[in-house]
């Protein structure tokens, strides 16, 4: 799928591939996965519906790389020297006011990858197995430090912990995530689990 991506996206400008992006990513936030169509998409854009398909493929390779290109950075290139400064900044990424529209734009999301095969396949190629690939280095330079035992088993999970607070902040406190919460939750529940 990457191979296919890169080759039809060629021609396309990154300027213009942005301004795509952030149309997609406003349309999901205002009408959701299931009510956003290629031909909202070649509206708002000006683009032709021809243009989109033969640039991503679909709906689904479209929205996941919309929500790759929101993630601010690589993760793998952050590198304070310590794990816990290593978190800290990954979190520190993202204000406040972009957290809480990316945790809402992700629980819609979250609802449309269960009930739709090609959506989940482009998530899990597109956005969370780079993803997680980028966390191993991160952890994989704390295990280089002597931070982190090699055998923790905790290592193994590190997303579904950080994915877990991003998440159930919500639906538990009724609050959305903030840098603030997410810091403490570094400090208290990831840090001493892969510290063990």
Known sequence: MAETATTRRSRITPEREAELYTAVLDLLREVGYDALTMDAVATRTRSSKATLYR?????????????????????????????????HSLVA???????????????????AVH??????????????????????????????????????????????????????RTMIDELPPTQAFLASYIDAVVIPALSA
């Open 115 to 168: 009930g739709n095969p090609d959506l989940l396949k482009a998530f899990r190629e597109l956005l969370v197995e780079p993803e997680i690939a980028e966390f191993k280095q991160v952890l994989q330079r704390a295990v280089d430090r002597g931070e982190v035992r090699v055998d923790n088993p905790a290592l193994d999970y590190m997303m579904h912990m950080l994915i877990g607070a991003f998440a159930a």
């Open 55 to 87: 640039q991503w493929g679909g709906k689904a390779e479209l929205v996941a790389r919309a929500m790759r290109f929101m993630k601010p950075g690589r993760a793998a290139d952050v590198d304070t020297g310590s794990l816990r400064g290593d978190l």
């Open 93 to 111: 990424r993202e204000d406040d006011c972009v957290m809480e529209q990316n945790s809402a734009l992700m629980r819609g999301l979250a609802m």
